[in-house]
């Protein structure tokens, strides 16, 4: 038995790099094919399963609205393994990280820790000493364990209350 799991380890195929790229208008339908995924699947704590909620939240991400981003002043971008996308980040023109979504499929293998980690990077290229972002009830915790606090009380966004956060990047 061992060496029969020993060959089809020696001939499987490694695992695929992700692979962080500008989003272009080509990319629409994959990003909301993610956006919408990871907030009906992943952010039950923040709309608890309610259609309008989900709705709501999701009503402006569709491939229309995302060429209107693209097009816009933030910047975005998408993470991929092996050509299937993972993640999606973005930053607003006056730095804030304007959205960070993980498909439900690629949960737990990085993709959100690596596209967080360039979206700093970004912002320290761009002369930014201080991070900022409006987290979910869901993404909150995520931040944390990445060195991002709480700032204030949290806001109405989204179509959901969204705790703001800051992190120095210094």
């Known amino acids: 038995m ?57 009503a402006n991400k569709s491939p229309a609205q995302i060429r209107n981003w693209i097009d816009g002043p933030g910047r975005y971008w998408l993470a991929e393994r092996g050509g299937e996308p993972e993640a999606v980040g973005g930053l607003a023109p006056e730095g ?3 959205l960070l979504y993980v498909f439900p499929g690629a949960v737990g293998q990085g993709s959100g820790s690596v596209m967080l980690r360039h979206l700093e990077m970004e912002l320290c290229g761009a002369g930014h000493s ?15 364990t990445r060195g ?4 204030d009380a949290p806001q ?5 209350p969204c705790i703001p956060m800051r992190k120095s990047l210094l």
């Open 130 to 144: 201080e991070g900022r972002l409006n987290a979910t009830r869901t993404a909150q915790g995520f931040y944390r």
């Open 96 to 98: 804030l990280i304007s």
């Open 156 to 160: 109405e966004g989204c179509g959901t």
């Open 2 to 58: 061992q060496n029969k799991r020993g060959i089809s380890q020696a001939f499987a195929r490694p695992a695929a790099e992700l692979v962080i790229r500008p989003a272009t208008v080509f990319d629409v339908f994959a990003i909301s094919q993610v956006l919408i995924a990871s907030i009906r699947d992943l952010c039950q704590a923040d709309h608890g399963g309610d259609a309008g909620k989900i709705a709501d939240w999701t």
């Open 148 to 151: 991002w606090q709480s700032d």
